[in-house]
């Protein structure tokens, strides 16, 4: 039994050019495209590349959000050693202030971290 044709995008790319975006590409990844790593060989990268594009988009969501959450685990782990004194509520205000910016975490949270020091 083969695999599933892709669908193609409910967008078309008449659709996307009217609104002065390229349009998607028509053909798959044929290496003109720069490396993802330099480290990796072209073929283990076009395997690589063909595995996201045919994973589900269920697959695509958990993929995202494992990545998030490693990025959320190194950012605290920063912040644990950058500032060890602080609690683990000034920790959580910290990684907001990185991860959403002051701005909108300001707005997020009543104070800021200097503030709950003083």
């Known amino acids: 039994m083969s695999s599933p044709t892709p669908r193609t995008p409910a967008v078309t790319c008449v659709a996307l050019e009217s609104e002065g975006l390229p349009a ?6 044929s290496g003109l495209v720069r490396s993802l790593a330099e480290d990796t060989a072209p073929e283990a990268e076009r395997v690589l590349i063909d595995l996201w594009r045919r994973a589900s988009p269920a697959r695509k969501c ?21 500032h060890p004194l602080d609690s683990p509520e000034q920790l959580r205000r910290r990684l907001a202030d990185l991860w959403l910016g002051p701005d909108l975490a300001a707005k997020a949270y009543d104070r800021s971290v200097d503030d709950e020091r003083a």
């Not at 998607?24 to 990844?29: C, V």
């Not at 958990?62 to 950058?82: C, D, E, F, K, Y």
């Open 24 to 29: 998607p590409p028509k053909k798959p990844y």
């Open 62 to 82: 958990r993929m995202i959000a494992s990545v998030n959450l490693a990025g959320r685990a190194l950012a605290l782990a920063g912040l644990r050693a950058r």
